[in-house]
């Protein structure tokens, strides 16, 4: 099933378990402003609900940026106070969507920049073309990424690439950053929906409640000690364990027979209804 949904800042596209969410400011290369991140910020409330929804991707609409950074004509009225609010408010929408209960991919269909790629890095996985670009330009306007960049850079490239793209200030094609080890899935730009979308159709078969605990305690690795990651693991692991959805797997793995598609917090008879 396919639907859409809106003319507004952001567009919702439903294609069977996937959610596709498209920036829609092309003609200011999908630059954020807050009235999009409140959009935004809803439309993630909206697909956190929504049970049918298994994985959402994020992209730009038009051929030349998925996110070309916040809107600089509204920056320049802020004044320090007003800047450290904004940049409290884009942390909080991305810092939800790393922690997003569901699989997040960024289809990236070119410019990145600034707050572009801090949404793109926000996700757990990036799909780019070979027309995309990726930098963080704040600091050749003399001042430095502020929703997160700084911190989910050195997660995803590591402190040395972090460090380069930060410190540089240019654009990153796409070949430089698969190297940089931040680009999950490449694609002609022609390709690049079909791939994104055969990408989540590999997320979106797993059951939701064993996805979502994964990426949770995959988030923490690096954040704790590790005995206390390994404690974590081993908790979530047995959370996981005592669903109806994996009793069934493996159940149905030692049986040898295929199994049923139970959810996890539903019983056998529910799923087979």
């Known amino acids: 099933m396919q639907t859409a949904d809106g003319n507004g800042l952001v567009l919702t596209e439903q294609l069977g378990a996937v959610r596709l969410l498209t920036i829609n400011r092309p003609d200011k290369l999908n630059a954020f402003t807050p009235a999009l991140m409140r959009e935004l910020d809803d439309l993630l409330d909206d697909a956190a609900r929504d049970s049918a929804t298994r994985v959402l991707v994020i992209t730009g609409a038009g051929p030349k940026a998925f996110v070309a950074g916040n809107d600089i004509g509204g920056l320049i009225e802020l004044d320090g106070v007003e800047a450290y609010r904004d940049m409290q408010r884009g942390q ?78 240019r654009h990153y094609t796409t070949a430089e950053c698969r190297e940089f080890g931040f680009i999950h899935v490449f694609a002609a730009a022609p390709e690049l929906k079909s791939a994104a979308l055969a990408f989540a159709e590999q997320l979106a078969v797993h059951d939701p ?61 529910e799923n087979s209804k």
Do not use: H
């Open 92 to 169: 909080r929408v991305l810092l939800r969507l790393y922690e997003f209960s569901k699989p997040t991919i960024a289809m990236v269909n070119g410019y990145a920049l600034g707050g572009g790629l801090e949404l793109a890095l926000a996700c757990d996985f990036i799909v780019a073309s070979d027309t995309a670009r990726f930098g963080f330009p704040e600091i050749t306007l003399n001042t430095i990424p502020g929703w997160g960049g700084t911190q989910l850079a050195v997660k995803k490239m590591g402190l040395a690439r972090a460090k380069q793209m930060v410190l540089t200030g």
């Open 209 to 269: 409640f064993a996805m979502e605990m994964a990426k949770r305690t995959v988030n923490r690795a690096g954040e704790i000690p590790l005995n206390a990651g390994l404690d974590l693991e081993a908790a979530n692991y047995a959370v996981t364990f005592g669903t109806t959805a994996a009793r069934e797997r493996l159940s149905a793995f030692a049986a040898r027979r295929k199994p049923k598609n139970v959810l996890a917090g539903t019983s056998t008879s």
